[in-house]
Structure formats: C-alpha cells, structure tokens
T-cell receptor, first 113, second 113 residues
C-alpha cells in the first residue's frame, strides 16, 4: 500500500533562517505531488505542485520554492524565513487519475520567531 | 473555473442526532467530488468521493454524501453523530483535465455529548 512521510512534525525557526521540509511517498511511482499551507487551522492554500521529476508549478509567488529531485521526493525550501511563513504545511500526492483522491501527510507545524 | 462553497463555518449537533455539512460546487463539465476530515494537528483524511452513478455515496466511519446535480450540491451526512466526529471537514472538486483539487474553506463540526 502507499504511504506518505513528511518531516519534521514541528519546527521552530528564527526569522531569516533557511528552511527545508521533506516529503516522500512509498508504494507508487510517478505520483503527482503537492505542497499546501494552512493558516489558523482553516483554509488550504496550494503552494506548489509537480507532475514529474524537475517539473514544478508555483501557485503563489512568495518566499518559498520547491524541488523534486527524485520521483517520490518533494522538498519545500526557503533561503530566509519571514514571520508570515508560519503555518501548517501539508504534503499530498495522488495517482494522476482524475477520479482519485488526494492523500495527505501528517503535516509540519512551522513557527517562525 | 472550479469553485467550492461551504456556507457554514461551524455546525453544532448533539450526539446521536443526524448531521449534515453542506457543500455546493461550480465547475465546467462533470465533477469529481470529495470529502475530507481533519483532526487537530493532523493531515486531511479522505472520507468519500463521487465519480458517477448512484447519487448517494457511502464512505468511512458511517459517513455518506448525497450528490444533487440540479442543485450542484454534495452534502455530507451521518445518521447518528458521535462526539469523536468533532473535526474540520473539507469539500473538494476536480474536473477532467485539471490536476488541482479545489477545496472549500472548511466547516467545523462540533458534536456535544
């Protein structure tokens, strides 16, 4: 069966420090991968998605970037964190078949101080 | 363009009573509709989906949803609510040719003992 791993679970970082969040999927190949941010325990904001290695689509221009160095690995990065980058970051994948659901990781709670 | 509306920020129901969480959608073409549940500090968990066929879809944990094409609605229902059903619920839609799942803003369900 397929599983998605996301780490770390929580992270406290000072303003101006770099960020790297990692997400990996097991048990499937060539998944579509997504990074979402959730603020204040409510709505989801799609940040990036990828339909293949090296292919990244950015939804919101901001202080973050994403990379997909391997088929089942998706990384969210920042060179210098801002206070506004605080939030709950969720990685998700799906098979690419449009009737299939999106499957989410357990999220990373990022607090920028 | 695809969009989803969840008109209620919060739904309150007593344990043992039936519950309904509302969702309406707007798409061009046939929709694929999904419901997710999120518990505090966790990722979204897939509950059920509508692709085609029967308008009443059954899912996990006793939840079901009714698809109504004329009203463009996909309401989530459960005959008898449990306190443990208290969580944040998201409706989402995707249509053919789109790789992105569009989410509603979420409805907080509070089940009182």
């Amino acid at each position: 069966s397929q599983t998605i791993h996301q780490w770390p679970a929580t992270l406290v970082q000072p303003v101006g420090s770099p960020l790297s969040l990692e997400c990996t999927v097991e048990g499937t190949s060539n998944p579509n991968l997504y990074w979402y941010r959730q603020a204040a325990g409510r709505g989801l904001q799609l940040l990036f998605y990828s339909v293949g290695i090296g292919q990244i689509s950015s939804e919101v221009p901001q202080n973050l970037s994403a990379s997909r160095p391997q088929d089942r690995q998706f990384i969210l990065s920042s060179k210098k964190l801002l206070l506004s980058d605080s939030g709950f970051y969720l990685c998700a994948w799906y098979s690419g078949t449009e009737s299939s659901p999106l499957h989410f990781g357990n999220g990373t709670r990022l607090t920028v101080t | 363009a695809q969009s989803v509306a969840q008109p209620e920020d919060q739904v309150n129901v007593a344990e043992g009573n039936p519950l309904t969480v509302k969702c309406t959608y707007s798409v061009s073409g046939n929709p694929y509709l999904f419901w997710y549940v999120q518990y505090p500090n966790r990722g979204l968990q897939f509950l059920l989906k509508y692709i085609t066929g029967d308008n009443l879809v059954k899912g996990s944990y006793g939840f079901e949803a009714e698809f109504n094409k004329s009203q463009t609605s996909f309401h989530l229902k459960k005959p008898s609510a449990l306190v443990s059903d208290s969580a944040l619920y998201f409706c989402a839609v995707r249509t053919a040719g789109f790789q992105k799942l569009v989410f509603g803003t979420g409805t907080r369900l509070l089940v009182s003992p």
